[in-house]
């Protein structure tokens, strides 16, 4: 039996965000409908490789997240390896989401709340940097932000979840002004995102 309340403790424990936490739980129980509770390394690569046909890698590596998680949990060796995701230039493929939640957790406890805000609004829409650093004040309120490259459209979708977390967070700021600025209140530059993000990894302890 999977011992679900003793492992929410132990990631309350490790003050992890209640989404995270919902998160391992939700994907933990994926794999109970499968294997039960037998968490031998042969059958979470077949977990793995059978959640492979039916979704998306990252979600399958997210699986794979919450399995090692819950091992190390209950102490016992799980080596089995998430599956090698093409990389794009966006920031869901420069961290784990562990590690992400580690970042933005602590963002948060320091009261810099904004920072936070840049990092979790890429994550959570899949924006690339490109991309990201065109929104604006309108594109928030829309709830989406489309782009016409080359001929094509392309719409970037906000989630509700994400809109409700940054409630309030840009008030203030006119509709075409760029969510993304430095402490001049200029525009950011890619290189300027990616200095600002790689000094706060660096200061949490993230590789």
Not at 169 to 197: C, W
Request: proline residues 3%; charged residues 30%; hydrophobic residues 30%.
């Amino acid at each position: 039996m999977i011992r679900y309340k003793e492992f929410e403790n132990y990631l309350k424990e490790e003050e992890l965000s209640i989404n995270t936490i919902n998160s391992y739980l939700f994907n933990l129980k994926k794999y109970e409908q499968y294997y039960g509770d037998d968490f031998s390394k042969d059958k979470i690569v077949d977990f793995k490789w059978k959640m492979q046909e039916k979704v998306k890698v990252k979600t399958v590596n997210h699986y794979i997240v919450a399995i090692k998680k819950y091992c190390k949990f209950i102490q016992q060796p799980c080596d089995v390896k998430k599956i090698k995701e093409q990389k794009t230039n966006s920031i869901e493929n420069v961290i784990s989401l562990e590690q992400f939640t580690l970042l933005i957790d602590n963002l948060k406890k320091e009261g810099k709340e904004r920072y936070a805000d840049y990092f979790l609004i890429p994550a959570k829409t899949g924006a690339r940097i490109s991309e990201f650093l065109s929104f604006t004040k309108q594109d928030l309120d829309n709830g989406q932000k489309v782009l016409y490259t080359k001929g094509k459209v392309r719409t970037i979708l906000f989630p509700s979840g994400l809109l409700k977390e940054l409630e309030g967070h840009f008030d203030g700021m006119g509709p075409d002004e760029k969510i993304y600025v430095n402490r001049q209140g200029q525009p950011m530059t890619a290189r300027g995102f990616n200095s600002l993000f790689k000094s706060y990894a660096q200061k949490y302890g993230i590789p």
